[in-house]
């Protein structure tokens, strides 16, 4: 089973600020199976990026993803005030599919 | 719009049976592999099973397998999850998830439906 580690467990930013989430993989993931997710509290996770650095219909393009093999990075380049929230990496090249333990990134 | 709504959730003891349903619409149900997954509230998302559009295909996590059955009714544009001999462990928001193909991003979950198991 791969294990995500993302970091850091929590990020104090201000709005305007740049976000930098990292997700470290225990083994490589191919580039086409990792995705990271927007969760706010009481709601489904939401699909940010998917493939390393594609993003889902209707995602802002503050939003962007990069890496490879075991290291990926989600930016966010200018936080808005609704980007404070959870966010967790998923890989989905080999089973079991697994998730990262999250990155809350709050207000500072 | 792609709606998916979970429904069957509550409080059941340990050692009992529940089933979830997860009815969708705004797509074409069969032709996409459906999953669950769950998350206990402060932790990070944990997949449990999946099922591919026809229903022929099934796989589980080995925590669950034996014990969780995930099928689907095209017919009905519901996918169920059948989960027996609950134990405190699977305390969680199960939400059900879509993907086009077998490795494609989940680009659409339900709200999830909160099973807890305590006596």
């Known amino acids: 089973e791969i294990v995500l580690t993302q970091s850091p467990g929590t990020l104090s930013l201000s709005p305007g600020e740049r976000a930098t989430l990292s997700c470290r993989a225990s083994q490589s993931v191919s580039s086409s199976y990792l995705a990271w997710f927007q969760q706010k509290p009481g709601q489904a996770p939401r699909l940010l990026v998917y493939?390393?650095?594609n993003r889902a219909p209707g995602i802002p393009d503050r939003f962007s993803g990069s890496g490879s093999g075991t290291d990926f990075t989600l930016t966010i380049s200018g936080l808005e005030p609704e980007d404070f929230a959870v966010y967790y990496c998923?890989?989905?090249?080999?089973?079991?599919?697994?998730f990262g333990q999250g990155t809350k990134v709050e207000i500072k | 719009e792609v709606q998916l709504v979970e429904s069957g959730g509550g409080l059941v003891q340990p050692g009992g049976s529940l089933r979830l349903s997860c009815e969708v619409s705004g797509f074409t149900f069969y032709t996409y592999w459906m999953h669950w997954v769950r998350q206990v509230p402060g932790k990070g998302p944990v997949w449990v099973s999946r099922?591919?559009?026809?229903?022929?295909?099934?796989t589980y996590a080995d925590s669950v397998k034996g014990r969780f059955t995930i099928s689907r009714d095209n017919a009905k544009n519901t996918l169920y999850l059948q989960m027996n001999s609950l134990s405190a462990e699977d305390t969680a928001v199960y939400y059900c998830?879509?993907?086009?193909?077998?490795?494609?991003?989940?680009?659409?979950w339900g709200q999830g439906t909160l099973v807890t198991v305590s006596s």
């Open positions: 099922i591919n559009g026809a229903g022929t295909s099934t």
């Open positions: 998923q890989q989905y090249d080999s089973s079991p599919e697994t």
């Open positions: 493939g390393v650095s």
């Open positions: 998830a879509r993907r086009r193909y077998l490795r494609s991003e989940t680009d659409y």
